[in-house]
Antibody, heavy 117, light 108 residues
Framework: QVQLQESDPGLVKPSETLSLTCTVS????????WAWLRQPAGKGLEWLGR???????DYSPSLKSRITMSLDTSKSHFSLKLSSVTAADTAVYYC???????????WGQGTTVTVSS | DIVLTQSPGTLSLSPGERATLSCRAS???????LAWYQQRPGQAPRLLIY???TRATGIPDRFSGSGSGTDFTLTISRLEPEDFAVYYC?????????FGQGTNLQIK
């Protein structure tokens, strides 16, 4: 059974870079594609982007200038970096696995990121 | 980009009743690449339906999905207490993938 676990950066200061990792167990990073999403408190889900099993990326156009995703198969984790954060980036961040046709078939529990000085 | 609009925003029903949730896309969804997720308070979303009508592993058969093109429906035949949650549709046929705003299914 696949399990995904986001790291916990907690509080991030405005204008700094948010860094998250998602550790995967029960599945090989090289066999699937992976995604990041977020959800502000009381609001809906926002797609941030995906990283293919060989490292190619596909980002949301609204975040493309600030976002970077990467894959580390040796450590069984993939990562998200979001630069120049503001309060609007405060949310629960989820990592997820993309299934056969790119639906999201497994999710991490989510990690709350607060942007505040 | 494809915009998904879910209706109703809130649905109040009693256990045992039938729930019908709608998801309408601003343009045709490629190859019925439409999924439904359930999110209970404080939890991550859980995949219910993919390909518009295929139940994910372990999902009870009271959940069913239908539709194609721009109109999709999630039906819960007889509501159980654990079904009261927020439901999201998502299209994954066209990047950027997008979600509906959610339907809050609450106990009447």
């Amino acid at each position: 059974q696949v399990q995904l676990q986001e790291s916990d950066p907690g509080l991030v200061k405005p204008s700094e870079t948010l860094s998250l990792t998602c550790t995967v167990s029960g599945a090989s990073l090289s066999d699937y594609h992976w995604a990041w999403l977020r959800q502000p408190a009381g609001k809906g889900l926002e797609w941030l982007g995906r990283i293919y099993n060989r490292g190619r990326t596909d980002y949301s156009p609204s975040l493309k200038s600030r976002i970077t995703m990467s894959l580390d198969t040796s450590k069984s984790h993939f990562s998200l970096k979001l630069s120049s954060v503001t309060a609007a980036d405060t949310a629960v961040y989820y990592c997820a696995r993309l299934g056969l046709s790119f639906f999201l078939d497994a999710w991490g529990q989510g990690t709350t990121v607060t942007v505040s000085s | 980009d494809i915009v998904l609009t879910q209706s109703p925003g809130t649905l109040s029903l009693s256990p045992g009743e039938r729930a019908t949730l709608s998801c309408r896309a601003s343009q045709s969804v490629y190859t019925v690449y439409l999924a439904w997720y359930q999110q209970r308070p404080g939890q991550a979303p859980r995949l219910l339906i993919y390909g518009a009508s295929t139940r994910a592993t372990g999902i009870p058969d009271r959940f069913s999905g239908s539709g194609s093109g721009t109109d999709f429906t999630l039906t819960i035949s007889r509501l159980e207490p654990e079904d009261f949650a927020v439901y999201y549709c998502q299209q994954y046929g066209s990047s950027p993938y997008s979600f509906g705003q959610g339907t809050n299914l609450q106990i009447k």
